[in-house]
């Protein structure tokens, strides 16, 4: 090789990409004190030597930092592959979970329209008004009676009725029960924690047991002598404080646990379905992380890449320059 020819070839080499960042300040001292002295004067045995010697040092920290740069560049691509295939299954598992929950809020939405309208119905039936119709009805009949047998049949009326209105009202509140099991039951294969059943259940047997009594009660009101020998006036004002004030105060309690059953009976599904969702936004966000995680392992893999086509030329370089040197 010529004494320009070295010196072209060693000046390209400093010029190639990154030559700069990979030589320390001395050997870049170096590398310009040997261009200066091939410039200026034919190289000998000596010069040849040292030139060598630098490029043997320059390939030995070229392919170092090759390897280091594979090395790096097998683990960035491992790392994207496990991240994304983490990403595809958590997505795969958050779209199921979307359209299942979607599906289950759906029919939750509309099984608690129809549990208002129900509950509502329910306590139009056991209302105030309600159950004082029935004793204003019914006690027009009793001061209207002329015979004893009248007056009985017209007080125990009142009692049967009641029993009536509450017994409807036990089918109608089965009825909801089943609404609510199976609103409830919609969420058991749907993602997220199990949904607690409420748990406020009125015992409907206490009040069946009470009214029983009551009748009966009714029943030993118009059986008793004395009260069969009492002015109607007076009987019926009797009867209102031993029979239908304990009705209305029954009906009233009844009324006050049924509204509180109702106001409660979708609570635990509601915060299930809060929980649920924030679960589902949680997972998102897991995601979007991992796909920033992902991109910057991109970007990191991209610049490896651009850096290891950088130092492919520069040991292609070396190399040729090496192999075109004068044996010493």
């Known amino acids: 090789m010529t004494q320009n020819g070295l010196a072209a070839e060693l000046e390209n080499f400093l010029a190639l990409p990154g030559v700069p960042d990979l030589l320390h300040p001395g050997r870049w001292t170096d590398a310009h004190e040997l261009l200066e002295n091939l410039k200026n004067a034919p190289p000998d ?3 040849y030597a040292r030139i060598r010697k630098f490029f043997e040092a320059i390939l030995a920290g070229v392919r170092h930092s090759l390897s280091e740069l594979h090395h790096e560049e097998e683990t960035l691509a491992g790392l994207i592959r496990r991240n994304q295939a983490v990403a595809e299954r958590l ?4 779209g199921t979970e979307q359209q299942k929950g979607q599906q289950a809020w759906q029919s939750i939405n509309i099984a608690r329209k129809l549990l208002a309208r129900q509950g509502a119905m329910l306590l139009k039936r056991l209302d105030n008004a309600s159950i004082e119709n029935l004793v204003a009805k019914n006690l027009e009949v009793i001061l209207a009676s002329r015979t004893s047998v009248a007056l009985t049949q017209a007080m125990q009326s009142l009692t049967l009725q009641a029993v009536t ?3 409807n009202a036990r089918r109608q509140d089965r009825q909801i029960k089943l609404l609510v099991d199976a609103m409830y039951a919609r969420f058991d294969d749907s993602p997220g924690i199990a949904a607690p059943r409420p748990q406020l259940l009125p015992d409907l047997g206490y009040y069946s047991r009470a009214l029983q009594a009551l009748d009966e009660k009714t029943r030993a ?13 007076s009987l019926a004002k009797k009867f209102g404080l031993e029979i239908v004030l304990p009705l209305r105060s029954l009906f009233a309690q009844l009324r006050t646990e049924m509204a509180q059953w109702l106001s409660g009976a979708s609570v635990p599904l509601q915060e299930h379905v ?18 920033d995680y992902l991109l910057t392992l991109e970007m990191r893999s991209e610049e490896a890449k651009i850096m290891l086509a950088c130092l492919l030329r520069q040991e292609a370089a070396i190399v040729g320059v090496m192999a075109r040197l004068p044996k010493v």
């Open 45 to 47: 045995e000596a010069a």
């Open 91 to 94: 997505e795969e598992r958050l």
């Open 165 to 167: 209105l509450f017994e």
């Open 221 to 233: 009101f118009c059986r008793s002598p004395i009260n069969l020998i009492t002015d109607k006036n």
């Open 274 to 291: 809060r929980l649920q969702k924030l679960q589902l936004e949680n997972l998102a966000e897991d995601i979007a992380k991992i796909k």
